[in-house]
């Protein structure tokens, strides 16, 4: 069994063979089409991986003709790669269009080589085809995603960069160059450092990195081109191939108009501020103008009054007996006249004061209060028979000192005014409408004329002659000035001689 | 007024009127023997302080109490207030504010400079009258000041 048996030509023969046969199983093996032909392009070998390729069994293509592959508009192919064939050339990764056995177009890459006999003379040709229908759709569908891509980040509204660790660009889009300024446009391949002299060294490259030490960064650059102040924020995404940074992903954003934008805001609002204090400043100085005025009459009008007041009651006393009636009745008149004059100083005083009183707000006891203010007012009703009537009156939020300064003015007034009625009635009450307390004063009294209500929260308006009901004509005004103040309404109904109603709001909780 | 040290009223008031009425309201009473009036603050801080025209008078002979004005020519009452009572030799002395003033502050200053009384001249004659003499009448009568 040794091959020391056999002679020399049986062990080349015997090699031969098991080449063969190695080549054909590598041959069987492979995915390509393998497929040989004739000079004529009649088909003479065919492997599986032809069968996998076009559809066509072995026993189906051995014996046809080549063109059975070829669609009818590329004949011509066939006849020229059989001319180079002839030639002795080679077709080298020659990529066409193929039909398969069940119609369908696909895309080949093929080799297609002359096969020579023994000696050497051009027999047909050998071709190796592979289906690139896949590949070509994975391509075409790669260069259409870039393409997208381009045209996305192109259109950014930020610039993107990806950075290498020799901080060179692999890719740009362009709005990194626009809203950068650089006149370069295409960036890949070059340095940042060059890119961006003398920022980068000034303000980028610590950022940077940081980045390719694996951190994310967020960082603000200021860049000053020709007196002109730009903003960007700038944001490095590093990108870690087998867990070091080899990219690192550069997101920057202009912002200087938003920069610009809230200097302007932060401008205006010094300017306003400064405007506020000016105005407060002119303010302070008118109420401390008032002040001075309303001190001034305070003191200064007053001493003339006394004097008046004074001598004229001198005079009565001392002179009396040489005075005739008419004299003293005279007398007495410019007393009275100064004494009612004091009234009227005092009052506006008190109604002056109130527009710059600060209101103190807090839960005011209504009952309690219009409870504190009947008692005071006791000496006013001079033992007169008068029926009071105080419904339910809930707890409101206001300047208690305030508020009470409001009841008395109302309750006096309705005690006043029902001078004469026997017998005099005054109600209090309050009524919930519209999601408000309406507090009220009622009385029967002289009432008035609902034509003139206009004129009667005004200062130092009346609707009575003094000798009729006396007053000053400062009490309502007060009134509605403290109830404004609270941001609340007054008003009134009444008709002559059956009384009048004053009716009062304390809404609007934030004013003052 | 021939010895200033006995003098038991300082009224400060620069108004010849309400001058005229307080000096009537206080002979009326008989408060009338021992009473300097002066004319403005400076005057008003001399005879407290026994300076300028009074540089014969002595601290040891306080009057028992100063009438005194807010709104006075040269120096004001609020001034005369702070002088004499921010001094240990005159702060003891009894001062009455005696002002038409009824503004809130004026009131409050005064107490916190150590007023002992303030009174706003009442417009009413009568009132006014009753007010000099009632005060009158504490301060010289009632009152019992600290023996020096």
């Not at chain 1, 050998?126 to 994975?138: F, G, Q, V």
């Not at chain 1, 626009?178 to 370069?184: D, K, V």
């Not at chain 2, 009894?94 to 009174?119: A, C, H, R, W």
């Amino acid at each position: 069994m040794s091959s020391n048996h056999h002679d020399g030509n049986d062990v080349q023969r015997e090699r031969a063979e098991t080449a063969s046969i190695r080549l054909a199983a590598i041959i069987e093996s492979s995915d390509d089409a393998i497929i040989s032909k004739d000079l004529n392009g009649i088909i003479t070998s065919w492997n599986r991986g032809a069968e996998k390729v076009f559809g066509y069994s072995e026993q189906e293509a051995i014996g046809k003709p080549m063109q059975m592959l070829i669609a009818p508009e590329r004949a011509n192919e066939e006849v020229e790669i059989l001319a180079r064939i002839r030639r002795g050339e080679r077709v080298d990764h020659f990529e066409t269009v193929r039909i398969r056995k069940d119609g369908k177009l696909i895309d080949v890459s093929a080799t297609i080589s002359p096969l020579k006999d023994g000696s050497g003379k051009i027999i047909g040709a050998s071709k190796i085809a592979r289906d690139i229908t896949e590949r070509n759709r994975a391509e075409e569908a790669l260069r259409a995603s870039e393409a997208r891509l381009r045209t996305v980040t192109d259109n950014a509204r930020v610039g993107l960069v990806m950075v290498n660790r020799e901080r060179r660009y692999t890719f740009a889009n362009a709005t990194y160059a626009e809203i950068l300024g650089l006149t370069s446009s295409n960036l890949v391949g070059q340095r940042v450092g060059d890119v961006l002299a003398p920022l980068y060294e000034e303000q980028i490259r610590p950022h940077l990195d940081r980045a390719f030490a694996g951190e994310r960064v967020a960082y603000e650059l200021h860049r000053s081109t020709s007196g002109v102040n730009h903003y960007y924020t700038v944001k490095y995404e590093p990108t870690k191939v087998n867990g070091s940074v080899s990219l690192v992903v550069v997101v920057i954003t202009d912002i200087t108009e938003q920069k610009q934008a809230e200097e302007k805001i932060h401008q205006l609002n010094s300017e306003l501020e400064e405007r506020v204090i000016q105005r407060t400043a002119q303010l302070e100085a008118a109420n401390k103008e008032l002040e001075a005025f309303s001190y001034s009459v305070s003191h200064d009008l007053r001493a003339p009054l006394r004097a008046v007041n004074g001598f004229a009651g001198i005079v009565l006393e001392d002179f009396s007996p040489q005075l005739p009636e008419e004299g003293k009745r005279y007398l007495e008149r410019i007393r009275n006249g100064g004494q009612r004059m004091g009234e009227l100083i005092d009052d506006l005083l008190a109604f002056s004061h109130l527009s710059r009183q600060s209101v103190n707000r807090q839960t005011v006891d209504t009952t309690k209060l219009v409870q504190n203010v009947f008692d005071e007012l006791k000496p006013q009703r001079d033992d007169r028979r008068i029926e009071i009537k105080v419904g339910e009156l809930p707890a409101c939020h206001g300047d208690p000192a305030l508020l009470k300064q409001v009841w008395v003015n109302l309750i006096s007034n309705a005690i006043k005014y029902s001078r004469g009625r026997e017998p005099a009635i005054v109600e209090i009450g309050c009524t919930h409408e519209n999601g408000e307390n309406i507090y009220f004063v009622r009385d029967n009294g002289a009432g008035f004329d609902m034509q003139y209500a206009n004129k009667l929260f005004g200062v130092f308006q009346r609707l009575h002659r003094n000798d009729e009901f006396e007053g000053t004509g400062v009490g309502l005004a007060i009134v509605q000035r403290i109830v404004h103040r609270h941001g609340g309404r007054v008003w009134a109904k009444a008709k002559v001689n059956e009384g009048a109603t004053f009716y009062f709001t304390l809404e609007g909780e934030n004013k003052s | 007024m021939s010895d200033t040290n006995e003098v038991e009223i300082l009224i400060v008031e620069d108004n010849q009127d309400d001058l005229d009425m307080a000096l009537r309201a206080l002979r009326k009473a008989n408060l009338t023997n021992k009473i300097q009036t002066v004319r403005d603050g400076a005057e008003a801080l001399g005879f407290i302080f026994c300076e300028g025209a009074f540089a014969g008078r002595k601290f040891e002979n306080p009057p028992k109490v100063i009438l005194l004005d807010l709104k006075l020519p040269k120096v004001d009452g609020m001034e005369v207030l702070k002088r004499v009572k921010g001094d240990e030799r005159t702060k003891m002395i009894p001062v009455v504010i005696l002002t038409s003033s009824k503004e809130q502050k004026d009131v409050i200053d005064s107490y916190n400079l150590g007023v002992n009384s303030y009174i706003v001249k009442p417009v009413n004659f009568e009132q006014f009258a009753a007010a000099v003499q009632e005060l009158g009448m504490y301060w010289l009568l009632l009152n019992q000041p600290p023996k020096t």
